[in-house]
């Protein structure tokens, strides 16, 4: 089937290859052949627009970037973009890409050559003509709340919900959530992993007319490349100005910077001539506040929660999840966020001095307590899935390339690897030997990645001999110093425990004194970022801890729960795969 140029000038809803609110699993059994494509309102993402495409027998899903410019006589209210070249709308954006056989993005080669016509009258919520390119509005709406989205990401733990789809208005909640970027696979060789551009969206008319203020100051940002493995939604690489960032129902108000890309207040360390003894411990662990997502009182592995949870992950491609937990930890230990009060209490600049510091023992605790947490929920998210063989095994999948998403190069999240690699190589994950197989056969290059790169990475950061450059780390693995100065034994021979020992010493030391350079590379690696506020908030411990044992058992001592987990996660691997 040719491709027309786009009908009824620039408007979007009469272009037949639009499907309006589409949920991916629908629209991946409209797409038969290689080169099948449709565009779609993705109703867990707010309405953004999607090109579902198949190629070389898989659909791929990429979220089309959506520039909001500042209103101007002559230019357009926004610009679409896949990686390099932007459009003034996204009729032009797909025939440019159809007609000159473009690859959808540089990691796929995905082309797109065919379209999937609608069948029917097109059904799409108010909000989709705010969210898509029909002419900009010249009266003021009245502002509303920020809509919502709903991402995340263990690749195909499950079946993900579906797309709800309104018949006259938008039913999009109102909790404020924002969109974190484009999905999954990036190209080339391990780096920082960049900011991805937030698209403006809203559950009704929100964008104004009036021009901004003051000029915008955020210069334009060009995103780097990083590595990654194919998942369902397709990694893209693009130049947007980070100008452009701005909230819905606020385009003309000068943005603000979040908390973790302010400057580091470090003129008032380097004024401080003499040293303050601290006056009491410190915890980064935030207040328990009312949660979005469990109520006052929860019970444990409540089907609810864990039901939205897994919607969460599977919209989020690795690299999105992996810059959330970097945010999180790095709030959990310190380095980003540290407030003026804590300084002064703590008598040092961060998290990673306090930790090697006696007065460090409730960070030290607070911080295992995340590993093991983090850990055992990961353990869930395989043992947990009761379906068939090939829902683990997308499980397991997940894990793995979360785990290469964190790793040095990538995110450089060394505490959330270690999180996540300590769940992979749980016995109780570990022993599943048909959904490994079933792994390896499916996704060989995972199972390798995992065996081979994975595996002896996280071997020599236990020893002390992994990386920990500041340029390709962005936290460091705090694990072994922390285990250390809590009073755990090494285990292996003595001398080898006291070259282990010493090596374990000398990275405590060092962490400790390349804390601000820690710190910049985190910030480096946030910038720009906008994450969702549902995911962000599903990775901290107060709410894994309340996930896990329920309102009540949360406040058990940590040992007590640990042992009670591990026989819940022990009797479901039995359940799974029972012994001979």
């Known amino acids: 089937m040719s491709m027309q140029g786009p009908q009824n000038g620039e408007d979007l809803n009469h272009q037949p290859w639009y499907h309006g609110l589409l949920s991916r699993q629908k629209a991946e059994a409209l797409l038969l052949q290689d080169g099948d494509f449709l565009v779609r309102a993705s109703g867990s993402r707010g309405g953004h627009p999607v090109i579902s495409c198949r190629w070389r027998g ?39 890409y159809v007609t000159g056989c473009r690859p959808l993005s540089r990691a796929t080669g995905a082309v797109a050559s065919r379209p999937v016509i609608r069948q029917g009258p097109l059904r799409r919520s108010f909000s989709e003509d ?8 010249t009266e003021h709406f ?20 579906e797309d709800h789809s309104g018949s006259g208005t938008s039913t999009m909640p109102v909790s404020a959530l924002l969109r974190t970027g484009s999905d999954p696979v990036l190209p080339k060789a391990p780096a920082p992993l960049g900011t991805i551009a937030d698209n403006l969206r809203a559950s009704d008319g929100q964008l104004h007319a009036k021009a901004p203020t003051k000029p915008l100051r955020t210069p334009s940002l060009a995103l780097t490349d990083a590595s990654g493995r194919p998942s369902t939604y397709c990694e893209l690489v693009p130049r947007v100005p980070s100008a452009q960032r701005m909230p819905p129902g606020q385009s003309c108000l000068e943005p603000e910077s979040p908390w973790w890309e302010a400057e580091e207040e470090e003129e008032m360390v380097k004024e401080d001539k003499c040293f303050a003894r601290p006056q009491n411990e410190v915890s980064f662990c935030p207040p328990d506040t009312r949660s979005c ?7 444990p592995l409540d089907p609810n929660v864990l039901c939205i949870l897994r919607g969460l992950f599977l919209d989020h491609h690795p690299e999105s999840t992996a810059l959330h937990l970097l945010l999180v930890d790095c709030q959990a230990a310190g380095l980003l966020g540290v407030t003026k009060f804590q300084r002064a209490a703590m008598g040092v600049a961060s998290g990673l001095e306090l930790l090697t510091l006696p007065h460090g023992h409730r960070l030290r605790l607070e911080l295992l307590e995340r590993l093991e947490t983090l850990a055992l929920a990961g353990a869930l998210a395989v043992l947990g899935c009761s379906g068939p063989l090939e829902e683990r095994a997308a499980a397991l999948r997940g894990l793995v390339e979360l785990a290469l998403a964190l790793r040095p190069g990538a995110a450089g999240d060394l505490p959330g690897l270690a999180a996540v690699m300590g769940a992979l190589l749980m016995p109780q994950v570990s022993r599943l030997e048909h959904t490994w197989r079933h792994l390896r056969r499916s996704h060989t290059e995972i199972a390798l990645a995992f065996e081979q790169e994975l595996k002896p990475l996280m071997r020599a950061l236990d020893e002390g001999t992994g990386p920990c450059d500041p340029g390709e780390v962005a936290l460091p693995h705090w694990a072994p110093a922390v285990r250390l100065l809590e009073g755990e034994e090494l285990a292996g021979p003595l001398e080898e425990g006291c070259e282990r020992l010493l090596r374990t010493l000398h990275g405590a030391r060092q962490m400790a004194g390349d804390a601000p350079k820690f710190r910049k590379a985190a910030a480096q690696r946030l910038r720009g970022f906008q994450p969702n506020p549902d995911l962000r908030e599903a990775l901290t411990t107060g709410f894994m801890r309340r996930l896990l044992w329920g309102s009540r058992g949360a406040s058990a001592p940590l040992a007590e729960r640990l042992e009670k987990f591990q026989h819940v996660l022990s009797i479901l691997s039995q359940c799974l795969e029972p012994d001979h």
């Open 293 to 299: 997502l469990l109520g006052p009182q929860n019970r």
């Open 130 to 137: 705010i969210l898509m390119d029909c002419p900009v509005r």
């Open 142 to 161: 009245r502002d509303r709340k920020w809509s919502n989205s709903q991402p995340a990401d263990l690749e195909l733990t499950g079946e993900s919900k």
């Open 58 to 96: 898989s659909v791929l899903h990429f979220e089309v970037f959506r520039v909001v410019m500042r209103p101007r006589p002559g230019r357009p209210a926004a610009l679409f973009q896949l990686e390099d070249e932007r459009f003034p709308s996204m009729p032009a954006l797909v025939l440019s």
